[in-house]
């Protein structure tokens, strides 16, 4: 079966800091990837997407980058946090093609001082 | 563009009361539809999905839902709710990317 992981679960970073959190699918090849925000009290945000190695589509512009070194592999990462970077971040996968069903991984809450 | 929207922020009830969420969709077509649910500081667990055929659909922890597409909706129903439903629900709706409603917190009171 297939399973999503994410790391670290719990991160706390000083603003100007960078940072990187990984995403990693198991049991599964070619997944669509993506990476969402979840802000407190708001709803889930699209920030980045993936249909393959190196192919990475950003939804929204802002202070964050995405990368797929490997196939399962999904990474978020940003040079210098602000403040607004805080929230929980979601991966989640699909299979390739068509309005398929997402999965999501456990998420990793980040909290910039 | 598609839109979903989840009408009740939050909602209590007993436990043991029967609970419907409410989940209206705007979309051109039939969408795929899903309803997921998130318990505090973890992810998004589906709870179940409807693509065609019979509008009720049954999921997991005894959750079924309906589509009507006459009202654009896609409402997620229990008969009997647990303390441990007590989380956040989000209906989605996927055409070409996934769209979430705000979410609706849910509060079970003993």
């Known amino acids: 079966s297939q399973t999503i992981h994410q790391w670290p679960a719990t991160l706390v970073q000083p603003v100007g800091s960078p940072l990187s959190l990984e995403c990693t699918v198991e049991?599964?090849?070619?997944?669509?990837l993506y990476w969402y925000r979840q802000a407190a009290g708001r709803g889930l945000q699209l920030l980045f997407y993936?249909?393959?190695?190196?192919?990475i589509s950003s939804e929204v512009p802002q202070n964050l980058s995405a990368s797929r070194p490997q196939d399962r592999q999904f990474i978020l990462s940003s040079k210098k946090l602000l403040l607004s970077d805080s929230g929980f971040y979601l991966c989640?996968?699909?299979?390739?093609?068509?309005?398929?069903?997402?999965?999501f991984g456990p998420g990793t809450r980040l909290t910039v001082l | 563009a598609q839109s979903v929207t989840q009408p009740d922020i939050h909602i209590t009830v007993s436990e043991g009361a029967s609970l419907e969420l409410r989940c209206n969709y705007s979309?051109?077509?039939?969408?795929?539809l899903f309803w997921y649910v998130q318990s505090p500081g973890q992810g998004l667990q589906l709870l179940l999905k409807?693509?065609?055929?019979?509008?009720l659909v049954q999921g997991i922890k005894g959750f079924e839902a309906e589509f009507k597409r006459s009202q654009s909706s896609f409402n997620l129903r229990k008969p009997s709710v647990h303390w441990s439903d007590a989380a956040e629900y989000f209906c989605?709706?996927?055409?070409?990317?996934?769209?979430f409603g705000g979410g609706t917190r849910l509060m079970v009171k003993p």
């Open positions: 409807y693509f065609s055929g019979d509008t």
């Open positions: 979309y051109g077509a039939t969408p795929y």
């Open positions: 989640a996968w699909s299979v390739q093609g068509g309005a398929d069903t997402q999965y």
């Open positions: 049991g599964t090849s070619n997944p669509n």
């Open positions: 989605a709706v996927n055409s070409n990317m996934l769209t």
């Open positions: 993936s249909v393959g190695i190196g192919q």
